[in-house]
């Protein structure tokens, strides 16, 4: 079973948000927090990392006594954890995280960022491009469907932006779970599992991070 949890992180005020949620990440989180300096920036990877403290509870397991490590790619993993996968993703005030007990990757990405695209070209194979293109109205919903495809995609490979993207056509890859939240924010989900389409999707209040 996969689960997707995701989270609106837009609050009135940061502050408090800040000097609450970091002692209850791991260190590792609260290293990747303190880096950033724009504190729209904290609050979305603190927040990423709060949401996965909620889903692994959420899952029976007890986040204080867990030890995490990145791999070598970057990816989340957990000491004496074999059977457990994880991904997360934050971008513009929202946060989302994937578990699954098989490789898994998750994106979610603001679908207005791609009105002005000059990347296509770039990484886009021809299918890709084709399929953005064909319906100009709905041009950016569908870029953002391959962006995040792909983002997702190289995390569950587990090599992150290593790989080329020219390289990954997401039209002929199986399997992927498509999510759009609210009218702006695009969410995409990547397994081997052929259940991926019975992915759980579950929203999160920030008052319960």
């Known amino acids: 079973m996969i689960k997707v949890y995701y ?23 609260r290293i990747k927090v303190n880096k950033c ?28 006594n867990l030890n995490f490590f990145n791999d070598e790619y970057g990816a989340i993993r957990i000491d004496n954890v074999t059977d457990l996968f994880i991904s ?24 207005d960022r791609f009105e002005k695209v000059n990347f296509i070209k770039r990484c886009y194979t021809q299918r890709e491009q084709e399929f953005v293109s064909e319906d100009t109205s709905h041009f950016e919903e569908k870029c953002a469907v391959v962006w995040t495809r792909k983002e997702a995609y190289s995390k569950q490979k587990g090599l992150g932006m290593r790989l080329d993207f020219k ?18 924010m695009q969410l995409s989900v990547c397994s081997d599992d052929k259940n991926v389409m019975d992915t759980n999707i579950i929203k999160v ?3 319960d991070l």
Request: glycine share 8%; with cysteine.
């Open 7 to 29: 989270c609106d992180l837009h609050l009135s005020s940061y502050g408090s948000f800040i000097e609450n949620g970091l002692g209850k990440v791991n260190e590792n989180r």
């Open 37 to 64: 300096k724009n504190p729209e920036n904290k609050v979305n990877s603190l927040g990423a990392g709060l949401l996965l403290r909620y889903a692994l509870e959420n899952a029976g397991y007890r986040y204080d």
């Open 88 to 111: 997360i993703s934050h971008s513009n005030g929202f946060a989302a995280c994937a578990l699954s007990d098989t490789a898994i990757g998750v994106d979610i990405e603001k679908i």
């Open 167 to 184: 390289n990954i056509d997401t039209m002929n890859i199986n399997y992927f779970y498509d999510y759009q939240i609210q009218e702006n």
């Open 205 to 207: 209040d920030v008052s």
